[in-house]
């Protein structure tokens, strides 16, 4: 008879124990471990307002607005006119000084349109604000058009334009050196690679024009996000039917930069030189487009750049400051008061307490030269109130 003492029975039935409890942790590890590879990620959907009549999703998009302007001199209307500031001597210039004034009007609304289809890419999109008419207080389309796979057909930004690389400006007009005109067009577009993409498209020019304008534009964004690079030109005949039919070739040329400097700081600069046109840029339409020389015209050449730096201070804060201006290279002398200098500073704060409420005050500065020496001045403090939904 051999005799087991029952402490070593214990003992190995506790270390039994023991190691089919390290099976079993062992085994619902696995289980985790395989669940989330095998279980889809949660899709952030796009709220959506339905299915249209054709079958199209439609999702809304826009804002309400406020804006809020003292003025202790300037222009007739509210927002960035500094090309029209009243001059020096100018009888009516006590009907632009210290004024206030209120407007709901740059309130936006949009609808995008996303059709299925198994080969193919449709869609479209309808803009609007309340800034339209001679008195800026009807309904404006903005953006209408349609787009098929590469192609898009309608009405938006000029390709010309480079408003993602435009430094940030409460105005609702923009910043002078750049804008924001928005052409009917037809428009090809088509990405290099994953960061790389081109636009080229003929759009509207002026009304004189037999022939639309052409556009190019190449877009790279940096690594990591750190911001874009902007390339842009532009081709158009410029027509002059009242002088004996004369055409010549006005063309553009533009760089635009978005740059983040530090986490909390960013720099957002533009630059474009323009011959012979005063529809693309915001604040040439005072000039003419062209000097007629006999039976021929001259293109009048002018540079815009513009510059500006954003910084957050934290996450609801954030301040911008920056500089404008729009300089000609030929000046007019017969236009009166044509203008051969713009320029202007301004300075914001906003404050984004929620996602989608926004708050801001800026002031700007600005002067206007003209070609016979007169010279006006724009100083003023907008504030503005937005909600996203």
């Known amino acids: ?9 214990a003992e190995d039935h506790q270390q039994q124990q023991v190691e089919e409890l390290r099976a079993e942790i062992a085994q619902l590890k696995q289980l985790i471990i395989n669940k989330n590879m095998v279980q889809p990620q949660p899709k952030k959907e796009v709220p959506t307002l339905g299915l249209s009549k054709s079958g199209a999703n439609v999702q809304l998009y826009g804002f309400i607005r406020g804006d809020v ?16 500031v009243a001059l020096e001597g100018d009888a009516n210039k006590n009907a632009t000084e210290d004024r206030l004034d209120s407007t709901l009007t740059t309130t936006r609304i949009g609808l995008d349109f996303k059709t299925p289809a198994q080969d193919a890419d449709i869609g479209g999109k309808i803009e609007m604000d309340f800034r339209g008419g001679a008195d800026k207080d009807t309904v404006r389309l903005r953006h209408v058009y349609m787009t098929y ?11 010309f334009l480079s408003t993602e690389t435009a430094p940030e400006m409460l105005d609702f007009n923009t ?17 290099i690679n994953s960061n790389t993409q081109y636009f080229i498209g003929i759009e509207k020019g002026h009304d ?29 005949e410029v027509r002059l039917r009242d002088i004996n039919d004369a055409t010549e070739l006005g063309w553009g040329a533009a760089l635009g930069l978005r740059y983040k400097l530090t986490p909390s700081l960013q720099l957002s600069t533009n630059y474009s030189h323009v011959s012979g046109d005063n529809k693309i840029l915001l604040a040439s339409s005072t000039n003419q487009r062209y000097i007629q020389q006999g039976s021929g015209i001259n293109l009048i050449d002018f540079d815009a750049f513009q510059i500006g730096a954003t910084y957050h201070l934290n996450e609801k804060f954030r301040s911008s400051v920056g500089f404008g201006t729009l300089v000609y290279d030929d000046e007019d002398p017969i236009t009166k008061n044509a203008n051969k200098k713009l320029q202007q500073g301004w300075v914001n704060m906003m404050y984004k307490p929620y996602k989608a409420l926004t708050f801001g005050a800026e002031y700007v500065y600005g002067e206007r030269n003209t070609v016979n020496g ?6 003023r403090i907008g504030m503005m109130a937005k909600y996203d939904f």
């Open 1 to 9: 008879m051999v005799f087991i003492a029952p402490w070593v029975n």
């Open 69 to 84: 302007a003292y003025q202790f001199e300037g222009a007739k209307g509210m927002f960035n006119s500094i090309h029209s």
């Open 149 to 159: 796979n590469n192609w898009l057909i309608g009405q938006t930004t000029s390709s």
């Open 175 to 191: 910043a002078l050196g750049g804008g924001t005109t928005r052409t009917p067009m037809l428009r090809y577009n088509k990405k």
């Open 208 to 236: 004189d024009n037999r022939l639309p304008m052409a556009t190019i534009k190449l877009s790279h964004k940096f690594a990591d996000g750190d911001g874009l690079v902007t390339a842009r030109s532009l081709l158009q």
């Open 374 to 379: 007169l010279e006006g001045e724009d100083s």
